[in-house]
């Protein structure tokens, strides 16, 4: 039953309505659909990129006062420092800043250099105990070769080429170093995998656990604040190599060209899941292939048979014959320079970690977390501006200030020498950079177009907003209507 009430009514009931629905409706509405966007420390994220990193990589200068006079070694520290320095500018996004100091006691040192007549070929460098032994003839008559020798010592080319790496993809074909290096991680997850083909046939003591506590976990323990290391182990039985060893004469052996098609069936049982995994496997080789060897594309015997497979791991092909057990004095004795490859740094013999190659691991860590901290975040400021309709919560904004408060604290540590502290901020840098980039909250509205709101929207407003319109054009008509009578 329609109410006749009159039109005073009618329009004071219109106004009523049409108040609360703008007055109280529209805000309330644009409240609950507004999207949250706390704010972006934006200016200071792009300070980051305007500025170079700089490394200040300290050698100690000793000498003999019979030989020569201090006051002498430090015009020749003044001399060598325009040619250290045209070397330490070519790091891309780094400077990398040589710093001569006079010591007393050079062996304690990551890096340093002896200025002696105690040299058997005064034109060459020769490495001690103490450090790097230069001849004073030699640097009395050659400072450019004298600084190059330097360069070399502390292998400067090396760590720029991982450092160019970050920003040229390409020298990652072209460098062998640069190719095998896994890529700088705050953690790693080493993965100790002994595999069977044959059990029945090989019946050994694999004494995994007993191995990795006498060998690997003192390696671990001497990377020290380079990045969380954790390791497990496995064996894993029945994987048949998918070529076989061939004989040739009295020795067995696997072509070169063969061996990345060896990790193939061992690499789907290994059951690794990031990309921080770094795997070492003893394959255990039937007697009947013993000795073996790998041959060479140049067509040499190689009697060790083990090799690095880049950015995965390293691969033993363990001789079996005449043995109740695994000798880990020897399995790790071939492993572990290996995994030194594989944590960036050059091919060596030696199983143990010097104070030179950690600095030299430390220093590619946290110029690594610096650069890959602020590309992450030049990345995040982009998408936030390009995507409006993106979420940016409170916890967000306080990661990128933290990581960019880690990044210049970690800038700051590098330039005053302190290397430990520049890397333990520039891994929080890099964790709370990368925890922001991916925090899955960003991606609430990303695909949530304008075209959907309107066909959410519509179907709500519509049945209100219609009877107000219908009612304002019976106002409107009857306005018109009454005009023209009064006419």
């Given at each position: 039953m329609a109410l006749n009430l009159p039109q005073s009514v009618q329009k004071i009931n219109l106004l009523y309505y049409s108040l609360i629905v703008v007055v109280l409706g529209t805000p309330l509405w644009w409240y609950t659909t507004d999207t949250y966007r706390a704010a972006l420390p934006h200016s200071q994220i792009t300070a980051l990129t305007e500025y170079n990193s700089v490394l200040n990589i300290p050698v100690a200068v000793c000498f003999n006062p019979s030989?020569?006079?201090?006051?002498?070694?430090?015009?020749?520290?003044?001399?060598?420092?325009?040619?250290?320095?045209?070397?330490?500018?070519?790091?891309?996004?780094?400077?990398?800043?040589?710093?001569?100091?006079?010591?007393?006691?050079?062996?304690?040192?990551?890096?340093?250099?002896?200025?002696?007549?105690?040299?058997?070929?005064?034109?060459?460098?020769?490495?001690?105990?103490?450090?790097?032994?230069?001849?004073?003839?030699?640097?009395?008559?050659?400072?450019?070769?004298?600084?190059?020798?330097?360069?070399?010592?502390?292998?400067?080319?090396h760590l720029q080429n991982h450092i160019?790496?970050?920003?040229?993809?390409?020298?990652?074909?072209?460098?062998?170093?640069?190719?095998?290096?896994?890529?700088?991680?705050?953690?790693?997850?080493?993965?100790?995998?002994?595999?069977?083909?044959?059990?029945?046939?090989?019946?050994?003591?694999?004494?995994?656990?007993?191995?990795?506590?006498?060998?690997?976990?003192?390696?671990?323990?001497?990377?020290?604040?380079?990045?969380?290391?954790?390791?497990?182990?496995?064996?894993?039985?029945?994987?048949?190599?998918?070529?076989?060893?061939?004989?040739?004469?009295?020795?067995?052996?696997?072509?070169?060209?063969?061996l990345p098609h060896v990790i193939n069936p061992i690499e789907s049982k290994l059951g690794t899941s990031t990309t921080n995994d770094i795997n070492l496997i003893i394959y255990l080789m039937e007697d009947k292939y013993s000795p073996l060897h790998i041959k060479t594309v140049g067509g040499e015997m190689k009697q060790l048979p083990s090799f690095l497979s880049p950015q995965f791991g390293a691969v033993l092909l363990?001789?079996?014959?005449?043995?109740?057990?695994?000798?880990?004095?020897?399995?790790?004795s071939v492993l572990l320079p290996q995994?030194?490859?594989?944590?960036?740094?050059?091919?060596?013999?030696?199983?143990?970690?010097?104070?030179?190659?950690?600095?030299?691991?430390?220093?590619?860590?946290?110029?690594?977390?610096?650069?890959?901290?602020?590309?992450?975040l030049n990345s995040l400021i982009r998408l936030v501006y390009s995507i409006p309709n993106m979420v940016i919560g409170d916890h967000i904004a306080e990661q990128v200030s933290s990581a960019v408060e880690g990044i210049n604290k970690a800038q700051s540590a590098l330039?005053?020498?302190?290397?430990?502290?520049?890397?333990?901020?520039?891994?929080?840098?890099?964790?709370?950079?990368?925890?922001?980039?991916?925090?899955?909250?960003?991606?609430?509205?990303?695909?949530?177009?304008?075209?959907?709101?309107?066909?959410?929207y519509i179907p709500l407003f519509l049945p209100v907003g219609l009877p107000l319109i219908v009612a304002y054009l019976e106002i409107l008509k009857q306005w018109k209507k009454n005009k023209d009578k009064t006419e």
């Open positions: 030989d020569v006079q201090r006051s002498r070694v430090e015009q020749i520290i003044v001399s060598l420092k325009p040619f250290l320095l045209s070397r330490g500018g070519g790091g891309g996004r780094v400077i990398y800043d040589i710093v001569l100091n006079l010591a007393s006691d050079c062996g304690k040192q990551p890096f340093s250099v002896v200025f002696t007549n105690d040299v058997a070929r005064p034109s060459k460098a020769e490495s001690s105990s103490q450090g790097l032994k230069i001849s004073l003839e030699k640097v009395e008559r050659m400072i450019p070769e004298v600084a190059e020798d330097i360069v070399q010592c502390i292998e400067l080319p160019l790496a970050i920003d040229d993809p390409s020298l990652h074909s072209t460098l062998q170093d640069v190719r095998n290096a896994m890529a700088v991680a705050t953690s790693y997850n080493i993965l100790v995998s002994v595999v069977n083909p044959d059990p029945a046939a090989i019946n050994l003591d694999y004494n995994l656990v007993e191995g990795t506590k006498l060998y690997l976990e003192p390696f671990i323990a001497e990377l020290g604040k380079v990045a969380e290391v954790t390791y497990q182990t496995q064996v894993i039985r029945y994987v048949k190599l998918p070529h076989r060893p061939v004989k040739s004469g009295d020795i067995y052996y696997l072509s070169e060209s063969n363990y001789d079996t014959s005449n043995k109740t057990s695994i000798d880990h004095s020897s399995t790790f995994l030194k490859q594989l944590l960036g740094l050059k091919s060596s013999s030696s199983a143990g970690i010097s104070a030179k190659e950690k600095y030299l691991m430390e220093s590619r860590a946290t110029l690594t977390h610096i650069l890959r901290s602020t590309d992450t330039m005053e020498g302190k290397l430990q502290e520049a890397l333990q901020q520039s891994s929080l840098a890099r964790n709370a950079a990368e925890k922001s980039f991916s925090d899955p909250s960003i991606l609430a509205l990303l695909y949530f177009p304008d075209d959907q709101k309107f066909a959410i």
